[in-house]
């Protein structure tokens, strides 16, 4: 008897070279099949562009297909990202709200590409080849650093020349979290809060966060993934009963061959947590 997609792998967390993955969506979903995946989210950053390639590969394969988004927002001065699921791509304010995202990424690569250039790196020439990418991102810069020999691992340039307090680190201007929550809402989706555990924050902090995310419309806590620490995972979990949010599943894919983002990873919800399929209505 053939699995239902809620019985099989699940991975609501992906990314195609629509944004910053490597592979086309068509070929993200041949890997998620090869890998026994029965439920797919694309979220690429801020762009629901690779949805209708995946929708098709998804039926070809037989993999249940759910059309996502990351969003950017910002909270406190503080980078948050929201995966919106089971969303219209074609919602014409969540396509304005899109649009508004892509235009930032655009200014942000180019602004990090002449603080790039002034600490002596080819940082135009990085910044050019970044802004070919229809959603141009930070790793699109990293991947160009170790291609150019100055980082070892697209890791080590994130660290050396990216992040906070580095010499080609530059803030994004992202609307409010709230704002990203609405427009999923609107759009027909499903507001969930992406890798909690990565927020700079202290656990009060991280409360509040949730407190302000359920508030606004969000409906579920990324849970379940690669990487997480037990202790992280309890305390998510504690934090996903407590504000009622349903559990969420997903591997953050971005290309093959990182060990510790694979896709389609088998996991389970912890105890007395909601799936997030119910939310979606699977």
Known sequence: MTQSPVQSRVDLHTHSHCSDGVLAPAALVALAAQRAVGLLALTDHDTAAGCEEARAACLAHGVAFVPGV???SVWREREIHVVGLALDPAHAPFGAHCALLLALRRQRVAAIGERLQRAGLPG???AQEALASPAPTRAHLARGLVASGIADSVQQA???WLRRGRPGHVAAPWPPLAV???CIVQAGGVAVLAHPQRYRVSSGGLS???AEFKAAGGAGLEVSLPGMAPHDADRL???ARRYELAGSIGSDFHEPGVPWRPLGRFAKLPDRITPIMECLGL
């Open 158 to 160: 994130f660290d050396r």
């Open 124 to 126: 135009t020439q990085l």
């Open 180 to 182: 990203a929550v609405r």
């Open 237 to 239: 979990a504690t934090l």
């Open 208 to 210: 509040e966060l949730l």
């Open 70 to 72: 990351e969003l950017s």
